[in-house]
């Protein structure tokens, strides 16, 4: 190692400019150029890193290399760094290979070093680089972020989020999953900071070169991407928790938060263990590091044995925080315990395939809270929030499918986004639910056996659960996986499924087709979607059951509505016999097992309804009520089906206790809400839900039960709907509560904070305000701080929302700005404010958020989700096209705002009407 050479580095007080470009909006860029030549192949790294206390830092790296092509040159990824020097030596003879010449494209973020003699076939050599940069002030590479401690002192810390290819802003490498490879990894830095990494330190020494700084080497790291290594200096507390085995689990903290991390720590080893057992794979290092920070934007976790999270994703204390904050906290854990096992252990070769490791890694994170938390019943919890989730983004035509080319601009985010994950999750359910628990669990071991330090294949993946299929017979001879799953996860969309009965000889005609929620017009459907538009087939599993022999509890497939193999892609229509008696209803879709929605014919529904108006509701299980209702509700947006027939359904609701239905209808509640605000007719909407609502309302509010029988999500989810709406009884209730904990200290619910803050802040004045601004200003809570700042944000007043927009665009931490923003976005009031001040401001807002195309989506969604004219939805598009048009990916960003601006238009020129009427004809609130 050059030890000079570092030592006349640190003497230095300025560094020259840098040679390569500097970060631009690195969430959403193409992959396309960066791809680097598969013509060499790292054996290891060995990574030295000095950090100065003047946010600098320089370094170098020896990268061992096999040539697999010959040729005279190397091609490196780096960004954001001036490479001081390079060297290369043939491994074996110690020769050095000259240099002819080097060449920087900044667009490719690649160095290219030609030589004057060739590289051999087969031939090791090592290529040792110099460099040095500046670290990040946004989360991504290296970079720098801070806390402000119990003195009110802010607090500076360094670490690293390098996925999905951002190691090459930290050090020159060949920074593509495809590479495995062990790194040695030596950090030099100053003597009051800590140092941790994926692996455990070997140990820390003294610098001689450089004054209070310390060097903390490192063991040599399992084989791993570049996106898996992660280091970090700070001076965080340890906390420390004791296992009987390897690995030991070590929490590093904000000085201040350790008695709110017991609960993290705690099933962070049960999920280890579970974990173990569940791929019956011991985790292969001797320990594993969770770095706790506050005020980052990213979504983090992305490495091996060095966990990071967000404060708000790991802090949780008991009779502080909400059953919510719990339950997230227990989510976050239990998915990033699972990706040590599923994209880290077995890990993916390229970004195309990023979504089945998260796709797979989170619906295995369900099993592992299934076990610490069973009363949640989190897989069904989950199953109905990703499922909606997905209905939601998968049904406009400005989507896409998860098996992709990341090499094409417009699509390489898509690998990363929340919808790919979700969307994967609810498809390896499905598997499940088609194979059956025992193999599916046999696969999962299989598969990590065999991917364990390897690359995935995906077909090798769906041949993995063929053959353990196969030989459980879980599978038709005619059902091949890899093409049930292709025709899912190669297209966009998911389909409806309309089953029409022939009541006299007990027979049904299924047929399936894609479900839109608004009629796409032929010009808005994007060019490299709209061939494939016009056909669409999906092998479908039909799972059903019938009302003489109800059977909610085996979701296997009974009968398939398949795909033809050449031609046309067009399924033809299924007939099923013997569905009984025609004055029994038929259930398709036992449990959603499923993603896609189904519609009946007029008889089966009225025999549906009629079963769900009289006492015997519950023999339908509570999933498939939660379906039934959230696609009836659906079926009326589109005009499928009438708002008559929703209502009807809806009718029984009232007598409803399970959450599951609730949320369900609440999310279409919500989006008539967005549709309906600036319309006449939403008085009578809110009189409606009002009655839906106030039966349960009083039924867990009232004197003699006061919630007892009911859950923390349920109270709290009849609290939210109740307030929302108006219905007086919550109002009181809520402002009593507020007024009772500022004079009295009396505790408010936990899992009711964030109700009562807001509905007591709306309905209450200027010392209401004033009073939980103090208290929000006082907090050094994230999580409580949080539930506060959204509070301030439901005021009617137009200063104080004036206020709260201008803190907004303060605030250091942009998560803390996004969400601001849309909690003033939901105010009745705050709405055209907001729209005023997006408008008055875009050039500022789009500057403050570092012209990161992500979160300027977020700030424009809930104003587009709102809209109600064409002439509003035309300037917002005016705004975003003159105001965004130099950002990445914007155009395909701006359609998918457009589309959802359409969709409310659309439904009130054709569709409220028909709900309008159906209120009138269901509910008292006929003349309000």
């Known amino acids: 190692m050059s030890y000079l050479w570092l030592l006349a580095l640190s003497c230095a007080l300025l560094w020259g400019p840098k040679l390569l470009s500097a970060m631009e909006d690195a969430h959403l860029r193409t992959l396309k150029s960066q791809k680097l030549p598969e013509n060499v192949k790292p054996i290891r790294y060995n990574l030295t890193i000095v950090t100065l206390q003047n946010d600098s830092f320089y370094g170098e790296v020896e990268i061992e290399l096999i040539v697999q092509v010959e040729q005279r040159y190397l091609t490196l990824n780096a960004k954001g760094l001036h490479v001081k020097k390079f ?362 056996e065999r991917y364990a330090e390897d690359l995935l294949d995906p077909d090798e993946l769906w041949e993995i659960f063929q053959q353990i299929s196969e030989k459980a017979l879980s599978l038709r001879d005619d059902i091949k996986v890899q093409t049930v799953m292709n025709s899912w996860t190669q297209d966009q969309g998911y389909p409806l499924i309309t089953v029409i009965r022939n009541h006299e000889n007990k027979t049904a005609t299924v047929t399936q087709t894609r479900f839109f929620r608004t009629p796409p017009n032929p010009n808005d459907i994007p060019s490299y979607t709209r061939e494939k538009s016009r056909d669409r087939c999906w092998w479908l599993p039909l799972s059903y059951t019938v009302q003489s022999k109800p059977d909610f509890a085996h979701s ?64 339908i299980d509570k999933i498939n009520r939660a379906q039934i209702i959230d696609d009836a509700l659906n079926l009326a947006w589109t005009g499928i089906e009438s708002y008559n027939l929703a209502l009807t359904l809806m009718s029984y609701i009232h007598r409803e206790d399970r959450f599951v239905v609730w949320e369900a209808a609440l999310r279409s509640l919500n989006r008539i809400n967005n549709a309906l605000k600036q319309a006449p007719a939403y008085r009578l909407f809110k009189s409606y839900v009002r009655l839906l609502i106030e039966p349960q309302f009083r039924k867990i509010f009232g004197k003699d039960t006061n919630g007892s029988n009911a859950s923390k999500a349920m109270m709290r989810l009849v609290m939210q709907i109740a307030c929302n709406f108006d219905l007086p009884q919550c109002l009181e209730r809520a402002s009593k509560k507020f007024a009772d904990f500022i004079a009295n200290k009396t505790k408010i619910p936990e899992d009711q904070r964030d109700v009562v803050f807001c509905t007591a802040i709306r309905m209450g004045s200027e010392s209401e305000w004033t009073t939980l601004h103090r208290l929000f200003a006082a907090s050094k809570v994230s999580n409580e701080r949080s539930v506060m700042l959204a509070g301030l944000g439901c005021s009617r007043d137009t200063w104080a929302l004036e206020k709260v927009l201008r803190w907004a665009f303060e605030a250091k931490s942009k998560h803390i700005t996004v969400q601001t923003f849309q909690s003033v976005v939901r105010n009745s009031v705050g709405y055209f404010l907001a729209k005023s001040y997006l408008f008055a401001n875009m050039k500022n807002i789009k500057k403050f958020l570092g012209n990161v195309t992500g979160q300027i989506v977020q700030i424009v969604r809930p104003l587009i989700l709102e809209v109600s004219t064409q002439t509003e939805l035309e300037a917002f598009r005016t705004l975003m096209f003159e105001q965004l048009y130099d950002l990445p990916v914007i155009d395909t960003a701006i359609s998918r705002l457009i589309e959802r601006g359409r969709d409310n238009i659309h439904w009130r020129n054709n569709r409220l009407q028909d709900l309008t009427l159906a209120i009138r004809t269901h509910s008292k609130a006929k003349g309000d």
Not at 286 to 315: H, M, P, R, Y
Not at 561 to 571: Q, R, S, Y
Request: with cysteine.
């Open 87 to 448: 060297w290369l030596r043939r491994k074996n003879t110690g020769l050095r290979i000259t240099i002819n010449s080097t060449e920087t494209k900044p667009e490719a973020e690649q160095i290219i070093v030609h030589f004057n003699n060739r590289l051999w076939l087969g031939e090791q050599y090592k290529l040792l680089l110099q460099f040095k940069g500046t670290l990040e002030t946004e989360s991504i590479g290296y970079y720098k972020t801070s806390y402000v401690d119990n003195e009110n002192k802010t607090v500076w810390l360094t670490t690293t989020h390098f996925k999905p290819n951002t190691a090459h802003y930290a050090f020159p490498c060949l920074d593509d999953p495809q590479f495995k490879t062990p790194f040695i990894l030596n950090l030099a830095h100053h003597k009051s900071l800590q140092a941790v990494s994926n692996m455990p330190p070997k140990k820390r020494v003294k610098n001689t070169f450089l004054q209070d700084f310390v060097w903390t080497y490192f063991e040599e790291s399992v084989p791993m991407p570049t996106y898996l290594l992660a280091y970090s200096l700070n001076s965080l507390v340890e906390q420390k928790f004791v296992r009987k085995k390897s690995p030991e689990l070590t929490a590093w903290l904000r000085p201040g938060t350790e008695d709110h991390s017991s609960y993290a720590m705690n099933i962070s080893s049960e999920l280890l263990d579970y974990n173990e057992w569940l791929f019956n794979h011991s985790h292969p290092l001797a320990k594993i590091d969770q770095l706790v920070l506050s005020g980052i934007e990213t979504n983090l976790g992305e490495s091996f044995g060095l966990i990071s999270f967000q404060e708000t994703n790991f802090l949780y204390k008991e009779n502080i925080d909400s059953l919510n904050v719990k339950q997230r906290v227990a989510e976050r854990i239990a998915q990033r315990f699972s990706e040590q096992w599923v994209g880290h252990l077995a890990s993916i070769s390229k970004w195309d395939d990023n979504w089945i490791m998260k796709g797979l890694a989170m619906y295995i994170a369900g099993f592992g809270l299934d076990k610490v938390e069973p009363t949640w019943r989190h897989h069904e919890k989950l199953l109905l929030a990703n499922i909606f989730n997905v209905f939601e983004e998968d049904d406009h035509v400005h989507t896409y499918s998860l098996s992709i080319d990341a090499n094409l601009e417009h699509r390489v985010w898509q690998a990363f986004d929340s919808f790919s994950r979700t969307k994967s999750f609810m498809l390896f359910r499905m598997l499940h639910h088609l194979i059956g628990t025992d193999v599916f669990l046999k696969s999962m071991r299989a598969f990590v």
């Open 556 to 619: 296997m497939p009974r009968a398939w509505l398949k795909c033809p193999t050449t031609g046309k892609m067009v399924a033809p229509p299924l007939e099923i016999a013997n569905l009984g008696s025609p004055d029994n209803w038929v259930i398709f879709n036992v449990r959603l097992s499923a993603p896609y929605r189904v519609n009946y014919d007029p008889i089966n529904w009225a025999l549906i309804t009629e079963t769900l108006l009289s006492d015997e509701f519950e023999s």
